[in-house]
């Protein structure tokens, strides 16, 4: 088994910052990816980013520039600097990790943590 705890989530004012953590423990075989989904109220989850075994990183087209995902490997842990928060930025954050190679990999998602952006 893999588990991923999140932390980091909390309420903040519109163009404020938090700092996301996830860190990733278990029998994990390989990590092709880490990365942050979000699920809004409503809506569907969604990508925010990820980051690759390699560096390589990915943003959602809404987060680019504001967002940035760091990972240290040796601790198997990813983070999500969150800049410039919006009110659109309010969801639960999933931490996600593809254990395997990026061809061929299961998923594995934290529980979740809350992001509130509220005047």
Same mark, same amino acid.
Do not use: C, E, L
């Given at each position: 088994q893999v588990q991923l705890v999140e932390s980091g989530g909390g309420l903040v004012q519109p163009g404020g910052s938090l700092k996301l953590s996830c *860190? !990733? /423990? $278990?029998?994990?075989?390989? *990590? !092709?990816?880490? $990365?942050?989904? @979000?699920? $809004?109220?409503g809506k569907q989850r969604e990508l925010v980013a990820t980051i690759t075994s390699g560096g390589s990183t990915n943003? !959602?087209? /809404? *987060?680019? $520039? @504001?967002?940035?995902?760091?990972?240290?490997n040796a601790k198997n842990t990813v983070y999500l600097q969150m800049n410039s928060l919006k009110f659109e930025d309010t969801a639960v954050y999933y931490c996600n990790l593809k254990d395997g190679y990026l061809t061929s990999f299961r998923n594995y998602w934290g529980q979740g943590t809350q992001v509130t952006v509220s005047s």
């Open positions: *860190v !990733a /423990s $278990g029998s994990i075989t390989r *990590v !092709a990816a880490m $990365g942050w989904y @979000r699920q $809004g109220p943003y !959602a087209d /809404s *987060v680019k $520039g @504001r967002f940035t995902i760091s990972r240290d």
